[in-house]
């Protein structure tokens, strides 16, 4: 059974960094896209950073490049999204997801995470 979660979330001020981390289980991350989503309150989910299998690049949408980074660690079979610099705007539930290959639109993703809440204050 594949399983995402999330953990990582939380409450921090603008300028400051988090780590979410999403844990897997069923198959490994190293051989699947992978990928982070958001989606702030009244707005559609949107992808934040993706990552091809074997550590294939990564592609990161506009808002967020040059402050997050996807990354995967294989031995804990787990995606990391380093976020630095964090803003307001970056307030949203933060999503874990998981596809066969890039690109990893939400129509593409075949698993998500539950989710985790990241606050950004001003």
């Known amino acids: 059974e594949v399983q995402l979660v999330e953990s990582g979330g939380g409450l921090v001020q603008a300028g400051g960094s988090l780590t979410l981390s999403c844990e897997a289980s069923?198959?490994?991350?190293?051989?699947?896209?992978v990928g982070w989503f958001r989606q702030a309150p009244g707005k559609e989910r949107e992808g934040v950073a993706c990552?091809?299998?074997?550590?294939?690049?990564?592609t990161y949408a506009e808002s967020v490049k040059g402050r997050f980074a996807i990354f995967t660690d294989n031995p804990k079979n787990t995606v990391l999204l380093q976020m630095d610099t964090l803003k307001p705007e970056d307030t949203a539930s933060y999503y874990c997801?998981?596809?066969?290959?890039?690109?990893?639109?939400?129509?593409?993703?075949?698993?998500w995470g539950k989710g985790t809440l990241v606050t950004v204050s001003s």
């Open positions: 997801a998981v596809g066969n290959s890039l690109p990893l639109s939400p129509s593409r993703v075949a698993y």
């Open positions: 069923g198959f490994s991350v190293n051989d699947y896209a």
């Open positions: 990552r091809g299998s074997n550590n294939g690049p990564a």
